[in-house]
Every structure is written in structure tokens, then in C-alpha cells.
């Protein structure tokens, strides 16, 4: 886990973060008034975005799997980086806004189908305070299709 700011990310890092950036407007949050955005980058370079949706019903997804499954609709399911962002309705965070456990779950999953250590980009909405960290360091010793006997080839 490293922690650093905007200028010390590289332009990759840099572009997939102001990708989630500018989707965090999109949310639909009458409820929690919290506005997040997410972006994955592609094994192939491609960038996938989503912000979180909810209802009245207190149901809701996150931005984080809202970007897997708008990718999964484009048939995309091989990750490199994730990047998180947030904002409060009236106020900025002041720490990095961190995948929910069921994110970090799903965000697991794609990096079972990825055959790689999926790095993650979380940010204040400043982007003053970002820390870079992985999967495995969000969701260590996670259950996976590996342990249920899973071959995820098919699927990827
Ligand atoms: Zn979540």
C-alpha cells in the first residue's frame, strides 16, 4: 500500500482516475446524497466506468460493480486497475473512499478471470490523498473459484 497524491501517479493512473472522476457526477443517490465513481481498466486498454445507482428500497449498487457488469454487458471480464472516487453531496471526503466488502468480493472474482493481482487507485475527491493498493491487500485470503473447484476459463 502506497500512499501519494495526484502528481505522483503516472498518466495511466492518472487518466482511469479522472475517468471515475467525471462518471461520479452520474449518480443516482437520492437516499445517501454520496456520489461515487469507478473505472476499470482493460487487459486490452479499454476503460469501463460506473457510478453507484440506488432506490428506494435501500437497495443498491455500488460504482464499483456497476463498472464490472457494464463491462460484462460489453463482454469484457479481464481487469488490470480499478480506480474509486468520491464526494458527499456538500462536502469532499477528506480519506480515500474504499471498495464495500461486496465490491472487494466481485472485484476479487474479476481477478480470478484476469490471472492477476487487480491494483486499485482510491482518492479523495481532491485527489490530494490517493492510495494505491491491490486486491489482495483489500480482500486478503478471499474465497474464490478456486476454492470451490471453479475452472473460470470458459467465462474468460
Ligand atoms: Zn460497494
Known sequence: ??????????????????????????AYNPYSGFFVGAAL???????????N????AHGSICAERSAIVRANAEGCRQFTDVAVIARGTDFDTKEVT???GACRQMLFEAAQLS???????LSTTNKDKIVLT???????????PGDLGIDLERFR
Open 41 to 51: 481498466r482493460t487487459k486490452d486498454g479499454r476503460i469501463f466506468t460506473g457510478s
Open 115 to 121: 490471472s492477476e493481482n487487480l491494483k486499485a487507485i
Open 53 to 56: 445507482v440506488e432506490n428506494a
Open 134 to 144: 491491490t486486491i489482495e491487500e483489500l480482500l486478503p485470503l478471499g474465497f474464490g
Open 1 to 26: 500500500m502506497i500512499e501519494t497524491n495526484y502528481e505522483g501517479l503516472n498518466a495511466e493512473q492518472k487518466e482511469l482516475l479522472d475517468a471515475a472522476a467525471e462518471v461520479m457526477e452520474t
Open 98 to 100: 474504499s471498495p464495500c
